[in-house]
């Protein structure tokens, strides 16, 4: 996973690393530092791409990133901590809850969100809690409830300058999108995934060199659900674990400017190794090479371009070798305008039996305007297009977005939302086909 590196006015690195989600199965989640859409996952993606990027810069930060500490909670103090407590309402409405093609069902849903983050204040190492429950309960569609939870820790040691080790520890209970294509065909309600994390990572920095060697595990057992028509659906034969192995180096050579060299070997192994159209444990090994740099004083860009090769342990299972990209350019038009085009490329889980996994490839705008201090306008389209190997199947899913966030104050933030998705499935093996509209309203109390 690439981390960028900031306006090195000292030609150094942060002390703490950043981290971004490369906007992978769930595309739409590009919403960078504000409240996410309702159509993104409880907790964002499942798992990460080996190959995110973050771009922060001094010089060139988006309308987004800009800093507005008049408007930012202040927390509650508690010894060498301090606490954020949040909680957030959220009402919608969606025009097929069901994601079906035919007789599509309409249903109203309020979700119920608390939180709450811990953050030391150390002035040497650091150690960051959180928790948070998701609770949605719709009108008519029980079968679409959700009750979701997460709880994270991770900590930084300090060990040298700017060298260090980070260790992250999790447990979360999130929900399947219906949108992605490892989404069951006939589907009919909301699949629970449990998902335990845990990730070790060293940092060595010399002058302008650094060196990352991480290691990380998640594991997913999903629940089972119903079909459109209420038969059992049984979800087991997903149940996995993901170990992977990274090693990286970056070269600062200007400010705001670095290249880097990753490799990646990613082993998934299912728990039902009974059949080969369940098993679908295999062994990937992933090299890309990027970069990112401040290309003018308004346009910022992070490019990362590889190659994976994923074997499969079955023998009747045919390799995935294909080309790997995450891109984002940021172009701030004015201070208070950024236009930001975001693509990715990358291999997926395939749930459909035959198939070897799909590519999963992305690209997207999205437009974000500071209309008033305390409010933040944003539109956003995207497209993916996933091709299943080893069957008849290609999936194309249109996404378009607007929305706002109205900051009432430090305490009051007013998040409206409107989605609209388009899912086209073709071929022998073809998945569901249907349109959806999705109107949210969520009003956030932090302290």
Same mark, same amino acid.
């Given at each position: ?63 987004? $990133? ?65 928790? =948070? ?38 447990? $979360? ?62 979800? =087991? ?12 180096? $970056? ?48 346009? %910022? ?24 990209? =995450?891109? %984002? ?106 349109? $959806? ?11």
């Amino acid at each position: 996973m690439f981390v960028s590196v900031r306006s090195a006015q000292r030609a150094r690195y942060p002390s703490r690393l950043r981290f971004s989600h490369a906007v992978a199965g769930s595309f739409l989640a590009i919403q960078l530092s504000q409240p996410t859409s309702a159509l993104a996952q409880t907790y964002g993606p499942l798992l990460d791409t080996e190959i995110p990027f973050a771009v922060p810069s001094v010089r060139n930060k988006t309308v987004v $990133e800009r800093p507005r500490p008049e408007l930012a909670p202040q927390g509650v103090g508690a010894g060498g901590f301090r606490l954020f407590p949040e909680i957030s309402l959220e009402p919608g409405f969606s025009s097929n809850v069901l994601g079906s093609n035919i007789n599509a069902r309409s249903d109203g849903f309020i979700t119920v969100q608390p939180k709450l983050r811990a953050e030391s204040q150390w002035s040497r190492h650091a150690l960051n809690v959180s928790a =948070d429950l998701v609770a949605k309960r719709y009108a008519n569609v029980s079968a679409k409830n959700e009750d979701g939870f997460r709880i994270r820790a991770d900590g930084r040691l300090d060990l040298h300058g700017e060298s260090n080790i980070v260790a992250a520890l999790g447990f $979360e209970r999130t929900f399947e999108e219906q949108y992605t294509g490892s989404f069951p065909v006939d589907g009919g309600a909301s699949i629970a995934v449990r998902h335990p994390v845990a990730s070790v990572r060293g940092t060595y920095v010399a002058n302008r060199l650094r060196l990352i060697a991480s290691t990380a595990f998640d594991g997913f057992d999903y629940s089972d659900t119903t079909t459109l028509g209420g038969t059992p659906l049984d979800q =087991d034969y997903r149940d996995r674990k993901v170990y992977r192995l990274s090693a990286r180096a $970056e070269y600062l050579f200007a400010a705001d400017s670095a290249v880097f060299l990753q490799a990646t070997h990613r082993s998934t192994r299912y728990d039902d190794r009974s059949s080969a159209l369940t098993d679908r444990s295999s062994k990937e090994v992933r090299v890309v090479a990027g970069l990112v740099t401040d290309v003018t004083p308004i346009i %910022r860009a992070a490019l990362g371009v590889g190659y994976a090769d994923r074997q499969y342990g079955q023998p009747g299972i045919r390799p995935v070798r294909d080309v790997v990209a =995450d891109l %984002r350019v940021d172009y701030n038009v004015t201070q208070l305008s950024t236009f930001s085009l975001i693509g990715s490329r990358g291999i997926e889980e395939a749930i459909v039996p035959n198939a070897a996994g799909y590519i999963a490839s992305k690209m997207g705008l999205r437009v974000d305007h500071e209309l008033l201090r305390n409010l933040m306008v944003n539109f956003g389209a995207d497209y993916q297009r996933d091709n299943f190997k080893g069957i008849a199947r290609l999936d194309r899913l249109v996404r378009i977005s607007t929305g706002a966030a109205y900051t009432m104050s430090r305490n009051v933030v007013i998040t409206p939302a409107l989605d609209y998705v388009h899912r086209r499935s073709s071929g022998a093996f073809a998945g569901p086909n249907f349109k $959806e509209v999705r109107f949210v309203m969520r009003a956030s109390f932090r302290f």
